[in-house]
């Protein structure tokens, strides 16, 4: 069996893969790796047949979907996952067939409803169920301190005691462990009594995570993150350092159209000599009339460099296929003691 942890700060994730057949599956994949994960099956001559999920992420973005999609194969989850996009759904006691590999999934429901683990040979990836040295947190939602006493007392604990845990996160680097190992020492597990169990999760008082909504709304649905978004946008057009368009500015450049599509009163408080106006959000409406010749040289450019690449995108979708972003924006701009000029253009 190959198995590669990939870790990204207190998020892990696994390919797993057969050395036999060369057939692979994904655990908890993380959408800012989608190029490491390809990158490793690659490099170890695997095919991933799988994509799977061991519960609803409310902490990184699952990067299941989108890999799903350029791979054509399924995500899989436990049948009680929300998220439309699932191809297969496993239900308690089922395998996934991995080349020679048998993935083993037990529903382990308490960190969230559709929580799962996988067993496959001496190893156990327990999701957020079982933590080194922690267990998964119960007040996002779908928690449930019951349950999780439940998946962990009565059906993880019970497992063979040498199976090396493998969690989906670890926040405090230690990275490996085995079951007789957190049985001995994980401090959640010391309350074996249920109402004990119950009355420490409920008094953990943890912060919630960062990016909470985002996260549950992403791999809830399948739509995408406003970073892919925008490093979509960014893969589709290129830039123009600000150097260089000091440069083209300072040589009086009059090939290139440098369009500030900021609001009006930022643009007027200070925009790059010649830019034109055109707002972000009127871009679509007033592109007609504004920018008739398709075949013009643009440089779209916004107050952080964001907004700007979103509309080069957008415009060469629209046919202006010279459109290009700048490198940065006007905040950068401004810092850099780069010339200005304020109210309109004559
Ligand atoms: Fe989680």
Same mark, same amino acid.
């Given at each position: ?65 989108? $890999? +799903? %999609?350029? =791979? ?10 929300? !998220?439309? /996009? #699932?191809?297969?759904? &496993? ?87 085995? $079951? +007789? %190992?957190? =049985? ?10 249920? !109402?004990? /169990? #119950?009355?420490?999760? &409920? ?87 504004? $920018? ?55």
């Amino acid at each position: 069996m190959l198995f590669e942890p990939i870790v990204t700060g207190g998020c892990r994730s696994y390919l797993i893969g057969c050395a036999d057949s060369c057939a692979a599956a994904v655990i908890d994949p993380e959408i800012s790796q989608t190029d490491r994960y390809l990158g490793l099956a690659a490099r170890e001559g695997l095919r991933i047949h799988y994509l799977i999920d061991t519960h609803t992420h409310a902490d990184h973005f699952s990067a299941t979907h989108e $890999l +799903a %999609r350029r =791979l054509q194969v399924p995500v899989v989850m436990h049948r009680a996952s929300p !998220a439309p /996009f #699932v191809d297969m759904r &496993l239900n308690d006691g089922e395998m996934l067939v991995v080349g020679k590999l048998r993935l083993q999934a037990m529903h382990t429901p308490g960190h969230t409803r559709d929580s799962m683990c996988l067993r496959v040979e001496d190893r156990l990836l327990t999701g957020d169920t079982l933590l080194i040295g922690a267990t998964g947190r119960t007040d996002l939602p779908t928690g449930d301190p019951e349950a999780l006493y439940d998946s962990l007392f009565r059906c993880i604990l019970k497992l063979d005691p040498t199976l090396k845990v493998f969690p989906a996160h670890d926040y405090g680097g230690r990275g490996e462990s085995t $079951l +007789a %190992r957190e =049985l001995a020492e994980n401090p959640r597990l010391r309350q074996h009594e249920r !109402a004990m /169990f #119950v009355e420490t999760m &409920l008094s953990l008082n943890l912060t919630m995570p960062t990016h909470i909504t985002e996260a549950l709304r992403t791999n809830m649905s399948g739509g995408k993150t406003v970073e892919q978004m925008l490093a979509e946008a960014a893969a589709a057009v290129p830039f123009m350092s600000l150097a260089e368009l000091k440069a083209r500015v300072e040589a009086g450049d009059t090939e290139l159209v440098v369009l500030d599509v900021r609001e009006r009163d930022a643009y007027e408080s200070g925009h790059v000599p010649g830019a034109r106006l055109l707002p972000r959000g009127q871009l679509e409406l007033r592109v007609n009339q504004d $920018l008739p010749d398709p075949t013009q040289r643009i440089l779209t450019c916004c107050e952080l460099g964001r907004i700007s690449t979103l509309a080069a995108a957008t415009l060469r979708q629209l046919g202006f296929t010279r459109a290009v972003a700048l490198d940065g924006g006007m905040k950068a701009w401004r810092e850099a003691g780069y010339p200005l000029r304020s109210g309109v253009e004559p």
